[in-house]
């Protein structure tokens, strides 16, 4: 134990090492702070948009009920849908910032309606933002190397290493320890602000242990990687110079370089293709007749056999059916964008397991739900909403009851994951 | 031999015998070479893509059977932006931004398929271009090279021994920043050469690329000082070392994330969803079509009486229906444009403010003029999405203009009821073909550099500091020594 208090009392007396750790708990408190802030400020626009979107049904809902015909009701209502930030999105903003995280949907073809942006500051996305991933994936590593690149140089270069390792009882213990402390404050510096912020966010000691786990791994890679180049009888300088270029080509250069690999293998033109041909589909309906579009709705809604026959020159329910099948008829493209969009995402987690950066990022990501996978979980949820929506507006379309007030109110609504 | 070419010399000659230094270059030089050719191959096959969607929409759009127009107007169209030559260089927010809308009567679509949000998060680690080696690898590689550039000779004992020797200080300063500016240089060159190439091959605007070229050799230049000075000042060369590494660290790294957190909480902006509802809001407060009785309707119903003279709207010589359009359009229109300026005006002051951080990081005014010259910024897309706008409502209202002149008010409200009105209220394919194409204009090269002007002169106050840390190098030279 005194040996302990004996190298904690030489950690304190080097300014560098003690102004590093204090830096190191400085941002990451601040990485912290501007997480919460911002999950924060997600809440509220999600809170704020609720009584706007009642406003906004309230008015469509008086002239509408007045003639009671539930085909403009299923037209006009955009209904809100949302996908609140997860307990510890906080500490992994990820993607919430490019796509949207409130979107509104009407009762029409989808497909289309589920592309929309959020009409964002792309000037200020470009750099990424500041959150506890970053702090821990970009700037930990650069903090160890500070304090570890010179762990036994330092005392080579001062004339002491020789007696050292005479002196000590264990010489593989004496450096062990100093690393350890060192290695292990740097950790703190990192994980207490998240644990602490964790609370504050109200997330379940489950959710916030893997993102514990996962820093404590990272910086023993880190701290692996560093010892093993500063092993070499090198001098300091030099070894610091080697570890920083390092940091620079495993955080920074692979993973562009992987970026670029990856997107080219998979390219998603698809994405403009589907809404171009969900168009074309679409709109076809107006020109294909009326019998085959009720046929085809009819195959999927046998329910609606009966009522299927469309006499007049236009009816809701055709309208209604060939807006659907535009929805159907694109299907496989959808399918297909999704399984690049989700291929690119299972390569990036690949890369990641020989990236420590990219592994770290990926992982985080993924537990605090701000990945791609998270935008294509919201839009699921879209779809299963839109398909309760449509089920709600049919049998008032094809049985030509009115649609009053009430049944606005009675709507189906969206509810959040339940899992947030 | 001059003083200053000696020093000069000596230092590229140690950095040339220094394995590390000389592989860094060498490095460097073979990424910005890649990342110069992936740029322009990706921007080639975006702009090649884009035109070919473009081109694909326009023949769908001409090629429509005989319709109702208002129905063409649902059908829409759909439009493209091709990114600038100089986007090959720094694609600036290309990735981010949407690059194609779709364009619908009453509604205004946002602009969709951002690269970004189509890829992993590794799209958020950056990615290599020109422009990114440049403001970020870069300067780091520089530091590699020369954080030793002064403190060595201090270590190893020969800096006394020179200015012993007569050599003085200021000569010293000026021959160790000159080679280090070579370094700057040979760092440089595969980005200048890619703007070169760009300007020749691409038809890049010749002056933004100039400018871009001086201000990135401005930049690497206040790095090439920043490292002088620091390496005058330190005792040891692993000090000057880890003190650049920080430096650069929240130069390039950290504060440039910080700084648009701040922004967003100076400046917060309406999500898409919040301004869809006021316009809507806004839209039935100026006039609610749906209601029989709405004033606004009903006195617009008036004057179109009034002006051809006649009781009742089925005796106008010109289609109700399609007047009515136009004005429901150009209502819409009209919020449309005043919330999107609202918008930009709004992300205009979040953009300003994270500017200012540029007194902390010059690779904030550096990215900033960068994109701003390359024509890649928001405002370059803003642009874009105006014109959209403008197309938008030019094609919409010629549309709603053929309904109200070519159609008659009778055919047109039996169209649902009298197959034969509906067959004559289908009007001919020429008339698609004969609306005009989307033609995006690019900003000209003057109002691209101008946008850059606040960029540029914090960067140009940051060359001033350059030459004060220089000058402070030179003194701390002469008292170290004496």
Known sequence: MTLWRHEWRLLTRQR??????????????????????????????????QPQQ?????????????????GNAAYYTAHA???????????????????????????????????????????????????????????????????????????REAGRAQMLTVMARSPRWLWGRRVILRVGLAWLAVALPLAIGAIAAEAAPAQVAPFLLISLVYALIWTLLILLIARATRASVANAAMLSALWLVITLIVPTLALLAINDRHPVRQGVELTLAQREEVHAGWDRPKEDTMAAFVRLYPEWADLAEVESGFH??????????????????????????????AETRLAGWVLPAVGVQYALHRLARTDLRAQLDYQDEIRRFHEQLRRYYYPYVFNERPFREADFANAPRWTDRPDN | MNPVARVCRNDLISMARNRVAVVAILLTILLSIAAALTSIAHRDANADMRERFQAEADTRFDGQPARHPHRVVHYGHFVFRVPPPLAAFDPGVDA?????????????????????????????????????????????????????????????????????????????????????????????????IALGWLVMTEGAPLLPALMLALAYAAYLAIWAALILFISARASTSRGALLLLLSIWAAFAILVPRVAPDLAFAAHPAPTRLETDIAIQRDLRQMGDSHNPDDPHFAAFRQSVLDRYGVERVEDLPVNYRGLLALEGERMSSLLFERYAEQLAAEQRRQSHFALMASALSPTIAMRDFSMRAAGTDLEAHRRFLAQAEAYRYTIVQQLNRLQAEVLTFDDDSRRNSDPDAARRVRIDTDNWQALPDFEYQAADPGAQLRSAAPAALWLAIWLGLAGVLVMAAIRSLRRSVA
Do not use: C
């Open chain 1, 16 to 49: 560098l090492a003690v102004v590093s750790l204090l830096l190191l708990a400085v941002l990451s408190i601040a990485a912290v702070i501007a997480g919460l802030a911002e999950v924060h400020r997600q809440h509220q626009v999600i809170d704020r948009i």
């Open chain 1, 54 to 70: 009642q406003a906004d049904e309230a008015a469509i809902a008086r002239w509408v009920s007045v003639e009671g015909d539930a």
């Open chain 1, 81 to 155: 849908t949302w996908d609140s930030p997860s307990a510890m999105a906080f500490a992994a903003l990820g993607q919430r910032d490019v796509a949207p995280y409130v979107l509104r949907v009407r009762a029409l073809g989808l497909e289309g309606q589920l592309q929309e942006s959020e009409s964002y500051n792309a000037e200020l996305a470009l750099p990424g933002r500041f959150d506890w991933a970053f702090v821990l994936t970009y700037l930990m590593p650069i903090f160890l190397i500070g304090l570890l690149h010179d762990s036994r140089s330092s005392e």
């Open chain 1, 316 to 345: 809701w329910k055709w309208y209604y059916a060939f807006q659907h099948l535009g929805d159907v008829a694109v299907a496989p493209q959808v399918a297909t964008y999704r399984q690049a969009l989700l291929a690119r995402d």
């Open chain 2, 96 to 192: 981010f931004t949407g690059n194609s809308i779709y364009l619908e009567g009453h509604r205004q679509n946002s602009a969709n398929f951002g690269d970004v949000r189509q890829s992993s998060l590794l799209a958020r680690f950056g990615t290599l271009t020109p422009a990114f080696v440049l403001q970020i690898l870069a300067p780091l590689v520089l530091i590699f090279i020369g954080f030793g550039v002064v403190v060595r000779e201090r270590e190893a004992g020969t800096l006394r021994q020179a200015m012993a020797q007569g050599l003085r200080a200021p000569q010293l300063v000026s021959g160790k920043l000159l080679a280090l500016l070579a370094a700057a240089a040979l760092l440089g060159a595969p980005g200048a």
